[in-house]
């Protein structure tokens, strides 16, 4: 059983930089598509970005793309969401997901495993 803690979130300024870190204690991360999603309150939960199992390819969503970057370390079952030029509307709890199935995935019905979240807040 995949288990998935987001951390990293916090109160930051517009323009600044933020990493948030994904830790999966199942040991089975190299096994898995990954991606991480956001959700603001009332809000649906929508696609941030996304990593391949192998390849470790990346694709984002439009808003953000160029601003946030993610990487991940199979060896240490961990993956990152290094986010820059933070905006306000950037304000909302960031989840991980891992899927076992093949690639990764917009759609947030194709992963089996999410975190808890982690808080990030850009004031203006």
């Known amino acids: 059983q995949e288990e998935l803690v987001e951390s990293g979130g916090g109160l930051v300024r517009a323009g600044d930089s933020l990493t948030l870190s994904c830790a999966a204690s199942g040991g089975a991360l190299s096994t898995s598509a990954m991606a991480w999603f956001r959700q603001a309150p009332g809000k649906e939960r929508e696609f941030v970005g996304g990593i391949t199992r192998i390849g470790s390819f990346t694709f984002y969503a439009d808003s953000v793309k160029g601003r946030f970057t993610i990487q991940r370390d199979d060896a240490a079952n961990m993956m990152y969401l290094q986010m820059n030029s933070l905006k306000p509307e950037d304000t909302a709890v960031y989840y991980c997901?891992?899927?076992?199935?093949?690639?990764?995935?917009?759609?947030?019905?194709?992963?089996?495993?999410w975190g808890q979240g982690t808080q990030v807040t850009v004031a203006s």
């Open positions: 997901a891992a899927t076992l199935r093949v690639g990764a995935s917009w759609d947030p019905s194709w992963y089996d495993y």
